[in-house]
């Protein structure tokens, strides 16, 4: 199995290292450096990562989440966060995910190397901090079909509708009749939107 490498960013050195620490213990794991965001985009061309792992609670305060998308290019990052709405922040503009920084060492790796894969993630540890903060609890979304639950998983793993529809051996018009009632059960207005809907509900796992 190929090593995935991962490069650190966070503006605090304490959570740098903690960060470090964890991709460090995972063998499947190759931690090419940690670095401040100001020296993002030359740790970018030196180490060539696979993955960001990026200090999002640090770098949300007071400043927005965007910035850092073309620094990064074409790699993929994922936001380590405490906070939910902070971490659907990072998946608007981009991240393959969210992690809860206190979350185990085997956790971040297995979301890492999902994320490396083009999966989605998103740690329930952040949902269950949704659900004990002061942010509203979300009703549970009507009963979704059997083929909807494929569907919704298939949207999870980043594919397009036409992507679905050859995988299911199904329409691209029927595809689009699975995502627009799964959109409307989960009250949500976009895939991506649906996709973390789900995870924070339980419907969908990390």
């Known amino acids: 199995m190929k090593r995935v490498r991962v490069l650190v960013v966070a503006e605090d050195p304490d959570a740098r290292s903690a960060l470090a620490a964890k991709v460090s213990q995972e063998v499947d794991l190759d931690l090419v450096g940690d ?31 965007e910035p850092i998308l073309p620094e990064t290019g074409s790699v993929p990052f994922i936001a380590v966060t405490q906070n939910a709405d902070s971490g659907e922040r990072a998946l608007r503009a981009g991240a393959r995910g969210y992690l809860h920084p206190q979350s185990p060492a085997e956790t971040f790796a ?89 995870a924070r509900l339980g419907v969908i796992p990390l």
């Open 110 to 198: 297995a979301a890492i190397m999902a994320a490396a894969e083009g999966l989605l993630v998103m740690d329930p540890t952040v949902a269950e901090w949704t659900r004990e903060g002061t942010a509203p609890i979300e009703a549970a979304p009507d009963d979704l079909t059997p083929r909807e639950m494929e569907v919704l998983y298939l949207l999870a793993e980043g594919l397009s509708n036409k992507e679905i529809a050859r995988r299911l051996g199904i329409s691209d018009h029927t595809v689009k009749t699975h995502v627009d009632a799964i959109l409307s059960k989960l009250d949500a207005h976009s895939r991506t939107e649906a996709v973390t809907r789900a």
């Open 35 to 65: 670095v401040s965001a100001d020296a993002l985009e030359t740790a970018v061309a030196a180490y060539d990562p696979h993955i960001i792992l990026w200090d999002a609670d640090a770098s949300l305060a007071g400043a927005p989440v």
